[in-house]
């Protein structure tokens, strides 16, 4: 009996000396288009969160069941997308990528304390939704850039036909989500997919 006290104890010690756990990055995606389109999550290091998830129509969401990384080469957090529920996610994509660091330089530049994040919307596999509008940002804190392509324009995303691209960079904090949203209210500009 002796011996389970003194583990409790010693367990409320260090539970009380140890800094508070944080909020981890969430990333959602909102669908405000007037098809389904379909989403995984992968990250660095093999991880897939496998199948296909649909997002519905007219609103529906799809959050990432994980969180980047912190200061990771493997822990850059990836969500793919695309039309079809038949595609494999190897082209005509779109990717959602988010990566955490400590710094605005990269891995171990900053404080140590994390929540500086790194996302960009990626065409290097595809440009499925170029005639969509599309917009990225981090839900939260003030200040922090927003992604934002109008329909048929490409200047917001990563890379652009220059291969100059754009990508967010900015302190989101402990708690934050970084949220894509595409087409806007269902305002459909060219085709209907």
């Not at 006290?5 to 367990?11: C, D, I, V």
């Not at 990626?122 to 990225?136: A, D, F, M, Q, Y």
Request: glycine share 14%; aromatic share 8%; proline share 6%.
């Amino acid at each position: 009996m002796k011996f389970g006290t003194s583990l409790a104890s010693l367990f409320l010690v260090l539970l009380a000396s140890g800094p508070a756990p944080t909020a981890a990055t969430r990333t959602k995606i909102i669908n405000m288009c007037k098809f389904d389109i379909y989403a995984k999550t992968t990250m660095g290091g093999g991880y897939d969160s496998g199948g296909k998830h649909k997002i519905k129509a007219n609103g529906g969401t799809y959050d990432a069941p994980i969180s980047p990384k912190k200061n990771s080469p493997d822990g850059g957090l990836c969500i793919k997308l695309q039309h079809d529920e038949e595609g494999s996610f190897d082209s005509d994509i779109y990717q959602i990528e988010v990566s955490e660091t400590d710094g605005p330089m990269g891995m171990n530049s900053g404080d140590g304390e994390g929540g500086h994040l790194w996302y960009d919307m990626s065409t290097v596999n595809g440009k499925p939704w170029r005639e969509r509008w599309r917009r990225l940002e981090l839900e939260g804190p003030r200040g922090c850039p927003v992604l934002e392509c109008a329909p048929h324009h490409e200047d917001c995303e990563w890379p652009t036909p220059e291969s100059t691209g754009k990508m967010g960079d900015c302190k989101g904090g402990e708690e934050v989500t970084v949220l894509f949203t595409l087409c806007r209210g269902n305002g459909l500009i060219g085709i209907n997919r």
